[in-house]
């Protein structure tokens, strides 16, 4: 049973605009949302996260904004730059971590 | 900076060999876990470890054992190594729950 889904698995954006990555979970127990980006042949990294009691937090272009009526999350990118063009991982903390499938972004300069 | 380091970047095995897959991070971390990335499929836990000695099982452990005798050191074998084992695998190591440290990953082809 997949708890987490990212059902775009690819998302190409011009160069300046709005990323807007999307993420759907099934648990209510979850208490960390996080943002993971890889490059090919790279581990990943960490991006940005929300804890479950809030429902934004903003790092510099990065936004997560979390609404947990409707068990979604997002993050956004603004302006998008052309070293944004990676793989986005959603994830969630319970007892373990959970990650999405991943979405691949590409910005086109 | 924490830092999680895998012992190979890239590895080419054969069918049927037994592969060792080594990890250590320098932080203390009680926390290891093993995880496989392929296409489409993200990130799946293979096993994971919250203390020296002790092992858990993840999403897809079949065909895959681990070994954790320092609290630094967490390393995944292969016992018969297979073709559909091929993937990029990332060790990676946490404190609690908040947050994972991932190493750079170890792209393995099983010929």
């Known amino acids: 049973d997949q708890q987490v889904k990212q059902n775009s698995p690819s998302l190409s954006v011009q160069e300046g605009r709005i990323s807007i990555l999307n993420c759907d979970y099934t648990?209510?127990?979850?208490?960390?949302f996080l943002w993971y980006k890889k490059y090919p042949a790279e581990g990943p990294t960490f991006l940005i996260s929300?804890?479950?009691?809030?429902d934004k937090n903003e790092d510099g272009r990065f936004t997560v904004f979390l609404n947990k009526s409707a068990k979604h999350l997002s993050l956004h990118i603004v302006p998008s730059q052309p070293g944004d063009s990676a793989v986005y991982f959603c994830?969630?903390?319970?007892?373990?971590?959970?990650f999405g499938t991943g979405t691949s972004l590409t910005v086109i300069p | 900076d924490v830092k999680v380091t895998q012992s190979s970047r890239y590895l080419v095995k054969r069918t049927g060999e037994k592969v060792f897959l080594e990890c250590v991070q320098d932080?203390?971390?009680?926390?290891m876990f093993w995880y496989r990335q392929d296409p489409g499929l993200g990130l799946r836990l293979i096993y994971f470890?919250?203390?020296?000695?002790?092992?858990e099982k993840g999403d897809i452990p079949e065909g895959y054992s681990v070994s954790r005798e320092k609290k630094e050191r967490f390393s995944l074998i292969l016992e018969s190594a297979s073709t559909n084992q091929t993937s990029m695998y990332l060790c990676?190591?946490?404190?609690?729950?908040?947050?994972?440290?991932f190493g750079s990953g170890t792209q393995l082809s099983v010929l």
């Open positions: 990676a190591s946490s404190v609690l729950t908040e947050k994972l440290f």
């Open positions: 648990n209510s127990m979850f208490d960390y």
């Open positions: 929300i804890s479950s009691i809030k």
């Open positions: 994830a969630f903390t319970g007892n373990q971590f959970y």
């Open positions: 932080m203390d971390h009680e926390n």
């Open positions: 470890s919250y203390d020296v000695k002790m092992k």
